[in-house]
């Protein structure tokens, strides 16, 4: 079979920056030999090449004749970053202007009314929570948030302390009736929200296999029939020029598989290039979705696709931020193989000698541990993110003697 694809991405971005640094010397070279008296100053440090952020459209997946260049472009942006824009996705304006209008109107009730729906309440870490009391690394998130999940009904069998912790995330969302009444769109809303949702990232995870060299199903068959995600609602207060306080949400790698991100036109989004460590503003772009992979994507290929680290920085615009982040990981049953090298899948050949290039950066000791055991579970590894960020919730559900 004729390889799919091109160069790697690491090498694209190797000879962008050569270039860079040949542009820089050829300038510095010239304003010297233009003046005879000049005392030929040191060349500049090359400036790093700044990588940025691709707009995707879905379309180009769509189309047989285009689909190359879109995987290209894909795994070009998952190699140096880990996040792209993607649009023409098939979800109608009016879709996301209703559904931020709804999370907009949700926080804009009574803080009396929202309390009706605190996160504390729900063993599935579903629900409302106040600004302030949120945890990103151990630092407190200037955000109040609003927390989704599958519309299930709960394990009647589990058992805190018994069962494994991760079975208690299935369940229902809260629904307080005097919401209800006050936003009779709030809950069809979200609720069909988070299901275009679902098929929008099932999509996007068929290109990331492909764009991998995989079959198109593969992380649909990964995932199983009954993929867990969480839609999560944030409203981030402007804040006057004078506050101390700079971080909406502190800097953080999702830990799933797949974000998907609507946020209004305010900005404060920034990613980090993985290479020079430098912030990059995540503009709002109408109309479209930030596409972003989690760690457990990074793990499975051996870091070859970048989970980005991101952060949200508080505006002071006078206008308050919204946002609606979509993470979309496998059944909490479902075992995840250590990297999808064990499961000898790819078929891309250029690709294999990155991905072996990537995976032989695994410690020796990491690989032996890992070849006696099958996987790791999902369940308990997005169990541990829900703990680590809503320890109330835990304290009160789950912290049982055995
Ligand atoms: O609100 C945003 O734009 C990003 C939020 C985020 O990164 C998160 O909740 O994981
Ligand atoms: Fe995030």
């Not at 209004?264 to 109309?287: H, N, S």
Request: hydrophobic residues 35%; contains cysteine.
């Amino acid at each position: 079979m004729a390889p799919l694809y091109t160069a790697s991405a690491p090498s694209r971005r190797t000879r962008a920056r050569t270039s860079s640094f040949s542009s820089n010397a050829l300038l510095s070279s010239l304003s010297t030999t233009s003046s005879a008296t000049a005392i030929a100053a040191p060349a500049p440090k090359p400036a790093p090449t700044m990588v940025s952020i691709k707009t995707l459209s879905l379309l180009d997946f769509k189309n047989a004749a285009t689909r190359p260049r879109f995987l290209q472009e894909m795994r070009d942006s998952l190699m140096e970053i880990g996040t792209f824009y993607i649009r023409d996705h098939g979800i109608a304006g009016e879709i996301t202007d209703d559904a931020m209008k709804t999370v907009q109107d949700y926080f804009a009730l009574p803080l009396e009314e929202k309390k009706k729906m605190l996160i504390g309440n729900s063993r599935h870490f579903r629900g409302y929570k106040l600004i302030g009391e949120e945890f990103t690394n151990s630092q407190v998130d200037h955000r109040e948030q609003l927390q989704f999940g599958p519309e299930q009904q709960p394990l009647e069998s589990f058992q805190p302390g018994q069962s494994l912790n991760y079975e208690g995330l299935q369940g229902p969302n809260q629904w307080p009736r005097s919401t209800l009444e006050l936003l009779p769109s709030f809950q069809p809303v979200i609720l069909d929200f988070m299901q275009r949702l679902e098929q929008l990232s099932q999509t996007l995870m068929e290109a990331v296999a492909l764009s991998l060299g995989l079959d198109q199903d593969f992380f649909r068959t990964m995932f199983g029939p009954d993929p867990y995600y969480r839609l999560k609602c944030a409203k981030y207060p402007s804040v006057p020029h004078e506050k101390e306080a700079k971080i909406g949400c502190g800097a953080h790698k999702d830990t799933g598989f797949l974000t998907l991100l609507l946020q209004d036109m305010v900005g404060g989004l920034q990613g980090q290039d993985p290479v020079t460590g430098q912030w990059m503003d995540t503009r709002p772009i109408p109309e479209s979705f930030i596409v972003t992979m989690g760690e457990s994507v990074e793990r499975l290929t051996g870091g070859l696709y970048h989970a980005t680290v991101h952060r949200v920085l508080n505006n002071t615009s006078g206008y308050d931020r919204y946002s609606i982040p979509f993470f979309f990981d496998p059944a909490l049953s479902q075992t995840i193989p250590h990297s999808i090298q064990d499961l000898n899948q790819s078929k891309v050949l250029d690709f294999e000698e990155a991905l072996e290039n990537a995976m032989t950066k695994m410690t020796t000791d990491e690989k032996k541990g890992e070849t006696e055991v099958e996987g790791w579970s999902n369940g308990a590894h997005i169990f541990e993110t829900v703990h680590r960020c809503h320890p109330e919730v835990y304290a009160r559900w789950y912290d049982k003697e055995l």
